[in-house]
């Protein structure tokens, strides 16, 4: 046989044979994905933020489908996912309330001193192992953006040394809580308005002494709400945010100067997210 | 007994100002005691004691008011005779808030009654020897503190057959190690024979660098009768060979293996000054209450070496010393290249307390780091032979995982690198972030394979 034909043959049998083990292998081991997993994230923002503890958005839809997981756990799709999520899988939306970041401290620069000049790494982490932090107050901010670096959406603002979140930016996966080193960020219900903005466990004299706008622990406020909705621990009131604080004329009251009012919070959120659950 | 000159030479390292003239000459002066003074409870490396007297109390000195919590802990005892003023929480020279005892001196500063010293302490088993190194609460009085007595009971499958005692103060600045060599150096050899007689050690070497000859010859003098393997050793000098890991090489010519403590290879590196406070714990029956502090820096009026109690405040220290002349732009609780600097007088001695030092305006610059240029001059330096430039940017990037797989856990924090560093990046404070870091994974690894076990 002349060798070009020989090669034709030759090839096109090997060709042909590898092509319908290929046509078997597709037919018998194919894996059948739910063609639900795919609708799923792309009704997800894909934002990838990790706040529902799954890997990315991907990830969480396929545990919808496959693992159950509840449908509630996207912050940043926030109302409008969740009705989606709720219409595909024929179930109904109970929302888990939207929460968002903040940081518990109002000491910026003008009201909380320093107590050495700092020169190092800019980060919280190293500046509170150095001296054990710079600021006099040993619990309130450093303000060296350790937290808003961690912010996917830009959320956290840092100025005159000190962190604020900003509600409205924020959409709650809470990487930036486990960034401070002084554990000074906490995620709250979107809805709430009145905030004791103070971290610091030591007693009056002390806190005074470091800043102008910390917890004395005077105790005033726990009186003037209802339900024990402030509680002492120790000498720092705290808020428990299940519980309801309204009550505008403790901000007066408050002779430390650290109870705050944030505008709310849940009604910018639905605004920017045009929901349309009604 | 003989002097020779150490065999190897540690690869790294470097040769900064050492400005000893200011303080080495002056010898020792004890302190009268202070008004008040507030001992730390964490006055060693390990767990802080506990304090066991309350506000009200009358202790004597040499007193216990703090029990050790744990293995490696040593007991706290009560500096002088007095009052407890109260028990508060105050900051150490690293910053850390721990419990610390109120002492109002009455100024008899009696000794409890039942001290008592062992002159013929050739006669006592070495369990007994531990136990009077233990209950004096000696710690390392080096830098570190560790517990001395821990580190005199290897476990039995350790033979240690060299005994380093480290009196290289290779630390700028820093004379009271020098200052005990010179004056104390009969009290030394006793301590060291203790030691020796403790760890079964055959052969003994004094460490000292060579820009302490009068500590040299001290010492000579001391030992010159001694039979048997024992060698003063001249270092060259250079920082950091006080390091043990070092010291260690540049007389045996053995590494310490990575993550390993010297007594895998055989051997035990006590500071003159612990030495010191083991013979006075054995010899005279006195638990360790006091010790010798280099003030010094050129703002210091009277740059002196002070015997002072433990507990006395850095702003007393300073004042003994007749205060300062001219500006202080920096007080640092230990030597310029390890110690820590300081944000108040307020902060109190501890066993550990080998320095105070004040530096000008003119020393101490504020710099902003740049990128690393790739130079290479803190890979020369770094004398564990790492690479700090490497290190430094994966700590940067939070990749503490591949810092840690090139050796992070074993840089001793010398700061060699960040000396040299034309570009200031913040090498010795990038490793600190990193090996905190590490720590913590370190321990939820261990908390891991604990849960696993226990399923
Ligand atoms: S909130 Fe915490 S992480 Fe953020 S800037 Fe303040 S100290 Fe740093
Ligand atoms: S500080 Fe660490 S990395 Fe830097 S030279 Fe010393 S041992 Fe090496
Ligand atoms: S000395 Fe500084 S600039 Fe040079 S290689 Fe090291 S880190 Fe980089």
Redesign the interface.
């Given at each position: 046989m002349h060798p070009v034909l020989t090669t034709t043959l030759a090839i096109g049998g090997v060709g042909a044979a590898c092509g319908g083990a290929l046509a078997m292998a597709a037919k018998f081991l194919a894996v059948h994905e739910d063609p639900r997993i795919e609708e799923t994230a792309n009704l997800l923002p894909g934002a990838n933020c990790g706040g529902c503890a799954y890997a990315g958005c991907a990830d969480y839809a396929k545990a919808i489908i496959l693992d159950d997981a509840e449908i509630n756990l996207c912050a940043p799709g926030g109302e409008s996912t969740l009705c989606a999520l709720a219409a595909m899988m024929g179930v109904e939306a109970s929302a888990a309330e939207k929460k968002v970041a903040i940081v518990l401290c109002g000491g910026d620069s003008d009201k909380a001193p320093r107590?050495?000049?700092y020169?190092?790494?800019a980060?919280c982490?190293?500046a509170n192992?150095?001296?054990?932090?710079?600021k006099k107050c040993?619990y309130g901010c450093l303000g060296y953006g350790s937290c808003s670096r961690a912010c996917p959406t830009g959320a956290i603002e840092i100025s005159k040394g000190l962190a604020t979140i900003h509600p409205e930016l924020c959409i709650g996966c809470g990487a930036c809580v486990k960034t401070c080193p002084r554990k000074l960020i906490h995620m709250i219900p979107a809805s709430r308005t009145m905030h004791i903005l103070c971290s610091s466990k030591d007693k009056g004299p002390i806190v005074k002494k470091a800043c102008s706008v910390g917890c004395i622990g005077c105790t005033k406020c726990t009186k003037m709400v209802e339900d024990e909705a402030i509680t002492m621990q120790g000498p720092l009131a705290i808020v428990d945010y299940t519980k309801d604080y309204t009550n505008e004329e403790t901000i007066e009251a408050c002779p430390g100067k650290c109870i705050k009012k944030v505008p709310a919070v849940a009604k910018a959120m639905a605004g920017r997210q045009g929901s349309t659950v009604d | 007994m003989k002097i020779e000159n150490a065999q190897f030479r540690v690869d790294g390292g470097i040769h900064p100002v050492y400005n000893k003239h200011l303080a080495k000459d002056n010898a020792i002066q004890a302190m009268p005691l202070p008004s008040l003074l507030r001992v730390s409870m964490s006055q060693h490396l390990g767990a802080p004691a506990k304090p066991v007297v309350a506000k009200g109390d009358t202790v004597l000195r040499g007193q216990i008011i703090g029990e050790p919590a744990g293995f490696i802990s040593a007991a706290v005892h009560a500096p002088t005779s007095g009052t407890v003023k109260a028990i508060v929480q105050a900051p150490t020279a690293t910053g850390q808030s721990v419990a610390a005892v109120e002492i109002e001196p009455d100024c008899e500063d009696k000794w409890r009654d039942d001290i008592k010293g062992n002159p013929n302490w050739e006669s006592l088993e070495v369990k007994e020897l531990i136990d009077l190194v233990s209950d004096a609460g000696v710690a390392g009085m080096g830098g570190a503190g560790f517990p001395t007595h821990v580190k005199l009971s290897p476990p039995p499958n350790k033979t240690i057959d060299t005994l380093i005692i480290n009196g290289a103060e290779c630390e700028p600045y820093l004379t009271a190690d020098n200052r005990l060599m010179i004056e104390q150096a009969e009290n030394i050899w006793t301590g060291c024979r203790i030691i020796m007689k403790i760890l079964g050690a055959q052969t003994v070497r004094v460490a000292i660098e060579d820009n302490k000859p009068e500590a040299i010859e001290a010492m000579e003098m001391a030992m010159a009768s001694t039979e048997g393997n024992v060698a003063i050793v001249k270092l060259k000098t250079e920082y950091p060979q006080g390091a043990e890991k070092q010291q260690i090489f540049a007389i045996t010519g053995k590494e310490v293996p990575s993550a390993g403590l010297p007594m895998d290879v055989g051997a035990v590196v006590e500071n003159v000054g612990t030495t010191l406070a083991v013979w006075d714990a054995v010899v005279n029956g006195k638990p360790l209450t006091e010790r010798v502090t280099s003030v010094t820096g050129t703002p210091v009026s009277k740059p002196g070496n002070i015997r002072n109690r433990i507990g006395t405040s850095y702003g007393d220290l300073i004042e003994f010393c007749g205060g300062t002349e001219g500006d202080t732009a920096k007080i640092i609780s230990g030597g310029p290249m390890m110690g820590f600097a300081q944000s108040s007088l307020e902060v109190t001695t501890t066993k550990t307390t080998s320095g105070l030092l004040l530096l000008p305006p003119k020393l101490v610059t504020n710099y902003s780091s740049t990128p690393c240029i790739s130079c290479g001059r803190c890979v020369d330096g770094c004398p564990m032979y790492l690479m700090p430039c490497e290190l430094s940017q994966m700590i940067e990037a939070e990749d503490y995982s591949a810092a840690r797989e090139i050796n992070l856990m074993d840089c001793i924090e010398c700061g060699c690198c960040a000396f040299q560093c034309p570009a200031h990046r913040p090498l010795v404070q990038h490793m600190r972030q990193g090996k905190g870091q590490v720590m913590i994974m370190m321990r939820e690894e261990k908390e891991k394979e604990a849960e696993k076990t226990k399923d």
């Open positions: 107590k050495f000049a020169n190092g790494i980060d982490t190293a192992s150095t001296g054990a932090g710079d040993a | -």
